[in-house]
């Protein structure tokens, strides 16, 4: 069974301040997702990467994918109350169903 | 965003009776999945669907059982409920396999008293 590996677990910021949230495995993927759960609901998309470099950019929300596949970073800039949640990282190897890392729970404090 | 709900959205039960959740899509999606979320374990797969009929185990199927006899509709049935199944349960859907986007509904709260 492949792992992700979630870092860190716990992350309680000011609102304004930069962070940097990673998922990280010794296993290659086809391709990496991220998504926010927020509390009392499910988890939501918020980006796909597939290719290793992929550099892709949501508003104040930018997501990285290793050159090698193994990894992935989501860095969020001057972050807001409303970034607070739990940020899931979920790989696909191609043969098996999606696996999800532990996640990172973010606290952003106003 | 897809139509995916659960149903009970709470449940307290007592340990050895039967209990089933159920999920229901509207989006005609080929692929269905069960989840369990604990602290410390994050999301962990119990059973999947490919369609109607097809289903296949997760990481965490022992205890548990699936039905799906029809594309909207995903059961999740705990045979004769246990401590360790005190859980939250989420159900999703997919248009296809891995790199396709999954809708979570809002999750089941269970709690095997």
Request: aromatic share 10%.
């Amino acid at each position: 069974t492949q792992l992700l590996e979630q870092s860190p677990q716990f992350l309680s910021i000011q609102e304004g301040e930069n962070l940097t949230v990673y998922c990280n495995s010794s296993s290659v993927f086809s391709s990496l997702q991220w998504y926010r759960q927020e509390p009392g609901e499910g988890p939501v998309l918020l980006v796909t990467v597939v290719t290793g470099g992929e550099v892709k950019k949501l508003k104040r929300l930018t997501f990285q994918f290793g050159d090698a596949r193994k990894d992935s970073s989501l860095h969020i800039t001057a972050a807001q109350p409303g970034d607070t949640g739990l940020y899931l990282c979920a790989a696909d190897s191609g043969n098996t169903p999606l696996v999800f890392g532990k996640g990172t729970r973010l606290s952003v404090i106003a | 965003d897809a139509g995916i709900t659960q149903s009970p959205r709470h449940k307290v039960t007592e340990t050895g009776t039967p209990v089933t959740l159920r999920c229901h899509q509207t989006e005609n999606h080929r692929y269905m999945y069960w989840y369990r979320q604990d602290p410390g374990h994050g999301l962990r797969l119990i059973h999947y669907s490919y369609g109607v009929k097809d289903t296949d185990k997760g990481e965490v199927s022992d205890g548990y059982s699936v039905s799906r006899s029809k594309t909207e509709d995903f059961l999740l049935t705990l045979e004769s409920a246990t401590s360790s199944q005190t859980s939250v349960y989420f159900c999703a859907s997919a248009p296809g396999a891995s790199i396709e986007t999954q809708y979570f509904g809002p999750g089941t709260r269970l709690l095997v008293l």
